[in-house]
């Protein structure tokens, strides 16, 4: 399975003006595809590394390139750090998720970039994206992270992968990523 000619279009449509705000990157069941992990997806999911305070510069220049905003809360965008857009050619979703410091930061040094359908996208870099849906903990991305470990288990780096998922256990007060990890590296019973 491949990113849909939809997400293409988005994201040819996209790249340009993220390019223009700083270091971005694709993640999400995009990447997961991206990397020949099958999944259906009807979103597009990045995270731009931009201040809060630059949002509605970047608004209007994603206005300009063919996407709406959906909410116009400002409260939302600072509370959650989330700006939601629709793309007008594909009406396609797409949540752009401004880069806190700490993680994210760590996320964009490591981005591989890809040539998809034409289109050079910065994606996390599948390590990182296995710690992502571990970290997300919904039952779908569990399974992302498993079809993640299934694809490419020989190339990834599990060290680095459970250091930063004990680090995470440490930050957060949780004792439950390193377990997740763990499990899907097991193979399941059919």
Known sequence: MSITPAAIE??????????????WYLFGAQAVVAYGVPRLSAD???????????????VADMERAGFDLLVSDE???RR??????VHRGTGMPLDVVLAGSGLEEE????????????VTVPVISREDLVVAKILAGRPKDIEDARGLWRA?????????????LRLLEEALGQSDLLPAFRSIRRPTSS
């Open 75 to 77: 409260d939302f965008v």
């Open 80 to 85: 959650t750090r989330v700006l939601p857009f």
């Open 44 to 58: 597009v999911d990045v995270t731009l590394e931009l201040a809060p305070e630059r949002a509605k510069e970047l």
């Open 10 to 23: 988005l994201l040819g449509d996209l790249a340009p003006v993220l390019e223009r705000w700083g270091r």
């Open 107 to 118: 996320f964009l040094e490591r981005v591989d970039v890809l040539r998809l359908g034409g």
């Open 152 to 164: 490419h288990e020989e190339e990834l780096d599990r060290d680095h992968i459970g250091r930063l």
